[in-house]
């Protein structure tokens, strides 16, 4: 194959090495470098050794293999997207009972919803259902709850994996203020959870994490033997804090020894002591906002969910991104309606527009920022996800937005539009680690 | 017909006639009788005369023809939607330049975008495509503007026509405060309008109306003129009013002998004189409330489009329907990015949650006032539609909801679940006055 290596200058600092287990992906390539750019490249090459990225180039040296091209034309290739906070066991409840308050909406319909997947054969169905939907929504890297049962959890991490998607997963604990029908004592939760954390370690690109529900379905005795565990694997946290005016006051009748939940978190070793992905973090004083400005934590922004259940706030969203604290978005399925990220990251800048019209202390977020955290930022706890930088892995859905009319657009205003007006019936192709999806 | 005679009882009233012509559709109906209700009437035969509804029965009368009932069978049948505010000449532009200001976007997207519908060619091409998704989002009822041509009006109102669609629809009018290459003078746009609403004064279902555009873009001239032709004609009007606070800054220094914006239109005979509609009203002294209060003034609330251009604020949607102002619901494209009113009726709750939580004044919506607002309020300038009342349109939606697992749910957790997660896909079929209309 020497005949390729004279070319190869163009290809940077490539290996000279055959083309032939290359695949060059034609398109017009978007990717968030950082919150501020995003990269546009148009009718660009990215090009792709075993899954991963090598460099995105405006030309093929002369020879590279026709049949390494996979040529799509006028179509956008952006990364596949992360979903960082999405309940799987609320799948089934989605859009409905919105006009409830959160803790009459998770008595009356979240509680039953879950306590279902007790029955294997259920969670087999309803979980294949969910990751399916995921995959058809160009969701690639997700961060999902099941619910108390390990077997259950051990059925969602199983699918995950055989669809190849990065991920957090975890089963769910929570021995008090629950109902009955639906509640673990402390002992065997913790027995449960460290099973499923040495037994799913991590696989392919699956993780198990762990998953207190919130402070105030878990006892202290519990809180601190999830730390001690989290600390012992290594395991990452995934949980709920600050998320409504209500929640944040019977927590705080239940910790009285603490200021506020972050502080419970921290001292029982759950809150950037390994990774930590925070959902909601609406409400954060001065202390909380230090305690996640941690590299290790993340807070994530779910629009349609706070909207919805009316936590009395929205995610300061600009604020936090200044300060420096990694976002996310997510769908937070059931209370959010839809596993569309791309409908989030409009959602997101609608509700910062109008969080700012009654707060007008910080701006809205603009289209480079909330792709941003839906891409990159969201996915930055898995392996080089959600960029296209030299190195990542190829992560990539194909949007096909020739239903919609208009001429002499740029691929930022096609991108933009995506998000706006598209559906996952744009999404034609997803790539995980260079590997065709199929739905 | 004999045979049938001695069942006729449980049809309440209706005449003593044969059953031939008579069309029985089967499934769960769901329509809004007042703000407060919604009637669900679960697998029920709605019985409808020539496109006219007759009445919604448990039963239908032994003998009645096999061949005329349409089963539906589990499916939703509701009211078709009414998208009370949407230019049809920004269908190209929708889901772009999002991170705006409203009049910069106008500068940027919108006048351009408009200009370009001076070409036939391009108005039938584009129109055509608004019109094909209005019926695709299970839309029936619109109030829609042109651009400011003569032309492209009449080819959206000839389109509307043709699809048996019930329409207001009407020529722009602006003559001062555009760009040069978008611009009337006051002379020719009074003399278009009146040729333009005098040749399509009603024609089946569609009727003209007058559309200033706002009272930035129009001198008193135009607007006493256009007042005139209003009233000389009985023609509806259309307009936008208390939308942004730069708008409504901008318009107080061109009117300085006015209070506010509604006082302009007052007094110039286009506001409550005749059937008038007015776009998002988000602002309104407690004088602009009086005006509006008219049973012939209806507000048109645009979530989306309210959201995406940062207008400073959202109407206060529970107020103003607990005073008994007529409200509605519209997409607002482009400003708004969908031309889906179910859509609609979730942004609608879920924006008034946020407005509640920075000003706790007023309760947030509830899914009965938005789909009361999406179907039967906003069709109450046309002839009987938007409802299932004896004597109504037979206008209808039927909604296939099977994509969602789901056990023993209500029909209302049904509707509300299409309204936040569903799409075009589970609308499998829409009839217009009892015909079925084709995607």
Chains 1, 2 share one sequence.
């Not at 390539?29 to 075993?50: A, H, P, W």
């Not at 619910?147 to 669809?163: G, K, Q, T, V």
Request: aromatic share 10%.
């Amino acid at each position: 194959m020497l005949e390729y290596h004279k070319n190869l200058e163009i290809f940077g600092d490539i290996e000279e090495v055959s083309m032939d287990n290359y695949k060059a992906y034609l398109g017009n390539v978007i990717y968030s470098q950082d919150k501020d750019t995003l990269v546009v490249k148009e009718k660009s090459y990215i090009l792709v050794q075993d899954g991963i990225v090598q460099g995105i180039f405006k030309d093929l040296p002369e020879g590279f293999p026709q049949e390494n091209i996979i040529d799509w034309g006028n179509n956008l290739i952006i990364p596949g997207f992360s979903d960082m906070h999405v309940h799987a066991s609320q799948f089934l409840q989605r859009g409905m009972g919105m006009d409830k308050k959160l803790l009459d909406w998770l008595n009356t319909y979240t509680y039953p919803t879950e306590a279902k997947f007790q029955d294997k054969e259920h969670a087999k169905k309803i979980y294949g259902l969910f990751v399916d939907e995921l995959v058809r929504q160009g969701t690639l890297h997700v961060n999902c709850f099941s619910s108390i049962h390990y077997e259950a959890s051990e059925i969602l991490f199983e699918l995950l994996l055989e669809r190849g998607l990065f991920a957090f997963t975890g089963k769910l604990n929570m021995d008090q203020n629950s109902p009955e029908f639906y509640l673990e004592d402390t002992e065997s939760s913790l027995r449960s959870t460290e099973v499923f954390i040495s037994n799913y370690r991590q696989k392919g690109n699956v993780q198990a994490a762990i998953v207190p529900r919130f402070t105030i379905t878990c006892s202290e005795e519990l809180l601190a033997g999830l730390g001690k565990l989290a600390q012992q694997y290594g395991t990452p946290v995934h949980s709920h804090m600050c998320e409504a005016i209500s929640t944040i006051k019977a927590s705080k009748e239940l910790f009285p020894n603490y200021k506020n939940e972050a502080e419970v978190f921290y001292h029982n070793n759950l809150l950037g002591q390994t990774p930590t992905i925070m959902a909601h973090c609406i409400f954060m004083d001065d202390d909380v906002v230090q305690l996640m400005q941690n590299p290790n934590c993340m807070a994530v922004h779910c629009p349609d969910a706070t909207a919805n259940i009316n936590a009395g706030g929205i995610m300061p969203v600009k604020k936090l991104l200044e300060m420096g604290i990694n976002l996310a978005i997510g769908s937070d399925i059931g209370s959010g309606a839809s596993l569309s990220i791309a409908r989030g990251i409009a959602s997101t800048i609608q509700h910062s527009k109008i969080r700012n019209m009654f707060d007008p202390q910080w701006e809205a977020v603009n289209l480079s920022e909330a792709f941003y955290m839906a891409t990159r930022s969201g996915g930055r706890y898995f392996n080089k996800v959600g960029a296209f930088d030299k190195g990542y892995h190829f992560n990539a859905l194909v949007i096909d937005d020739s239903n919609f009319p208009g001429e002499n657009l740029t691929s930022l205003e096609r991108l933009e539009r995506f998000c706006y007006a598209g559906d996952d019936r744009n999404i034609v192709m997803r790539y995980i680690v260079g590997k065709e999806l199929i739905i």
